[in-house]
């Protein structure tokens, strides 16, 4: 099995700009979450997918932030406009919900985004 | 309100040098506590899951234990190549959701 997959594994752009990033989730995984991490806050859960519905958006810092899991297969995350603050480095995880004894998240590599 | 707090945030170890790590909580009803260990550059890499005060696990120098307000990851003979930092989150009843903690970063010295 390939993982999770994500990309870009890096991305650096210009304040305004939009950043769309990516997400495969393990096969058959049919809850799926995007994180965000930094130095000072640690991971933080921005939204969770089960079954490709959005269940919970209430950690997306603002309107600028979009998500969507159009299939089983893939997600995005999308920042319009991106600004500084929002440099961070971007999880992805997967699971089999309801969980099973023991089961914990997969997470991705992450996406290092850097706005200028 | 639900929290997780690890302590140290960073510790330096000879190689052989054994010790532990903490991660204390506060949930209004714990359904699972996870260890993870994070390497540079990649994502966190799950390790075990605690569910009962009591319950314990191990994997190869690691040992994780559960109390009803803390747990805690005993490394053992530590190598280099168990630097990293690791993560422990809680999930709390009614809700998928975990909460991290953020982390001790683990330098072993050879």
């Known amino acids: 099995d390939a993982g999770v997959i994500q990309s870009p594994r890096h991305e650096v752009t210009e304040m305004g700009q939009e950043v769309t990033l990516r997400c495969k989730p393990i096969s058959g995984h049919n809850s799926l979450f995007w994180y965000r991490q930094t130095m000072m806050r640690g991971l933080e859960l921005l939204i969770y997918f089960n079954n490709n519905v959005p269940i919970d958006d209430s950690g997306m810092p603002e309107d600028r932030f979009s998500a969507k899991m159009p299939n089983a297969s893939f997600s995005t995350l999308k920042i319009q406009p991106s600004e500084p603050r929002d440099s961070a480095v971007y999880f992805c995880?997967?699971?089999?919900?309801?969980?099973?004894?023991?089961?914990?998240?997969?997470f991705g590599s992450g996406t290092r985004l850097t706005v200028v | 309100e639900d929290q997780v707090t690890q302590s140290p945030e960073a510790l330096r170890l000879q190689e052989g040098e054994s010790s532990s790590l903490n991660c204390s909580y506060t949930?209004?009803?714990?359904?699972?506590l996870f260890w993870y260990r994070q390497d540079p550059g990649k994502g966190p890499e799950f390790l075990f899951t605690?569910?009962?005060a009591g319950e314990e696990k191990e994997k190869e120098r690691l040992k994780a234990t559960l109390t009803k307000k803390e747990s805690f990851l005993h490394i053992t003979a530590p190598k280099p190549e168990d630097s990293a930092t690791y993560l422990c989150?809680?999930?709390?009843?009614?809700?998928?959701?975990?909460?991290f903690g953020t982390g001790t970063r683990l330098k072993v010295l050879a």
């Open positions: 949930v209004s009803g714990l359904r699972g």
């Open positions: 989150a809680v999930g709390t009843s009614g809700t998928y959701k975990y909460i």
């Open positions: 995880a997967s699971r089999v919900e309801p969980a099973g004894q023991g089961h914990g998240y997969t």
């Open positions: 605690l569910y009962s």
